[in-house]
């Protein structure tokens, strides 16, 4: 059952008149920041007329509207700094004190809504942390005790609906591509070792999953569909980028199916036409990461349930799948989604149906931390996150992964490994 949170952000209109401003201030672009003259970590001494500035600082909008006033005090920001959009509604104020944040900070929408408030003490945010949609409704409440995320933490659509909720043992994320277009949904992703290209899928039906490429250029992911193929069930793109390797289902007579795997090569202009990879085929294997060394790790159901590894062969081709440990896949459980860093003596997957008798053992179903010891996986832990599949990470220390419907992340370091 849905829950909804009773309460809606205030909309606010704020114009401020030029003549309740103080005779203090001047235009801020007469401001000039001193940076042989620190004042700490990150801020120079702010200077007007060449000495470090008391007052109030102020800037315009073509359009004459209020852009910005800041408070200074002895070349440092010292008191309210607000800032405005060009119709006339406030965007941004908060208090500084010796240029840190202190107290109740508030961001808005450019309609009026509120869209963001947060206390800080000493630029250190502490206590609870509101978010809207510019609807109103809002969209997320999570708590900080000195900088550190505390307690439960809810996200909230749209409608007032909960999406999601969290803890200590279920950390917050954040979609990693933003928001999911209306109708349709995320999965699969998997990142070149650079982390500037991710091949993933967006669906409406979950058989029927549409491929597209994103790719980094000047801190945006550009995003375009892949037209090598209609329709994927799941994919993984090569560390290098060349190639794309991804699983079908074809329908076949009294309602059953069959899986079908291809390659495709990247080429000079676009990509290959799909090459068969023969040694898969109707082994109702998916769920593929290409790991450095060139290894295919999966997900089979035959001939037994659970996570196998192919070796590279002539032409971007597969050896038959091994199975992998049986420390991997006990039970007959659903081991899924392996990643194997670069060394090759860590992984982690997704793991989930686990038998009855053996769930006091198990634990519960989700991400799962393996290390490569005395030859064989060792199980470690279970990672504080709630249940998820497609685990990746990227060079900048992101752990990426699959969450309701959409490509989400943490920060690998808050998993506590050593990846």
Do not use: C
């Not at 235009?27 to 120079?44: A, H, L, N, R, V």
């Not at 990693?176 to 999965?187: D, I, S, Y």
């Not at 037209?227 to 060349?242: Q, R």
Request: charged residues 25%; glycine residues 8%.
């Amino acid at each position: 059952m849905h829950k909804k949170i009773g309460f809606l952000a205030p909309i606010v209109f704020s114009f401020l008149a030029a003549a309740h401003l103080s005779n203090a201030q001047v235009p801020f672009d007469q401001i000039e920041e001193d940076k042989k003259e620190m004042t700490d970590s990150y801020y120079g001494t702010f200077k007007y007329e060449g000495n470090a500035f008391t007052g109030k600082a102020i800037a315009y909008h073509e359009n004459g509207k209020i852009k910005t006033l800041r408070t200074f005090k002895n070349g440092s920001y010292h008191g309210m700094w607000t800032e405005w959009y060009d119709n006339g509604n406030r965007k941004f104020q908060g208090d500084r004190r010796k240029n840190m944040g202190q107290g109740l900070t508030k961001w808005w929408y450019p309609n009026g809504q509120l869209k963001k408030q947060g206390t800080y003490v000493k630029d250190i945010q502490d206590g609870v942390v509101l978010r809207w949609h510019d609807n109103g409704q809002i969209s997320l409440v999570r708590y900080f005790d000195n900088g550190n995320p505390t307690g439960g933490w809810t996200t909230f659509d749209n409608a007032g609906d909960v999406i999601d909720e969290g803890n200590s043992e279920n950390l917050f994320y954040k979609a990693f591509l933003g928001p999911n277009e209306p109708g349709w949904e995320r999965a699969s992703p998997s990142f070149t070792a650079d982390g500037k290209t991710m091949a993933f899928v967006q669906y409406n039906d979950w058989m029927k999953k549409v491929p597209h490429l994103a790719t980094l250029s000047k801190g945006e992911w550009n995003v375009e569909r892949l037209e090598f193929t209609d329709y994927v069930y799941n994919m993984a793109i090569s560390p290098n980028g060349d190639r794309i390797i991804y699983k079908v289902y074809e329908e076949i007579q009294d309602d059953k199916d069959l899986t079908r795997t291809f390659l495709v090569q990247r080429e000079a202009k676009g990509w290959s036409a799909p090459m068969e990879i023969t040694n898969l085929f109707d082994l109702n294997a998916g769920y593929y990461q290409i790991a450095t060394d060139g290894s295919l790790y999966m997900f089979a159901r035959t001939p037994r349930k659970g996570t196998f590894v192919s070796f590279p062969q002539e032409e971007g081709f597969f050896s038959k799948p091994e199975w992998i440990s049986d420390n991997l896949s006990p039970y007959d459980i659903t081991s899924f989604d392996a990643i194997v860093n670069d060394a090759g003596d860590k992984l982690i997957v997704t793991q989930a149906d686990f038998p009855k008798e053996h769930r006091e053992e198990l634990g519960e179903n989700g991400f799962y931390y393996y290390e490569k010891r005395n030859g064989d996986w060792t199980r470690i832990k279970r990672l504080p996150l709630a249940y998820g599949w497609g685990a990746n990470v990227t060079p900048d220390g992101k752990f990426v992964y699959v969450r309701n419907d959409n490509i989400v992340f943490v920060a690998l370091e808050d998993l506590n490994i050593e990846w």
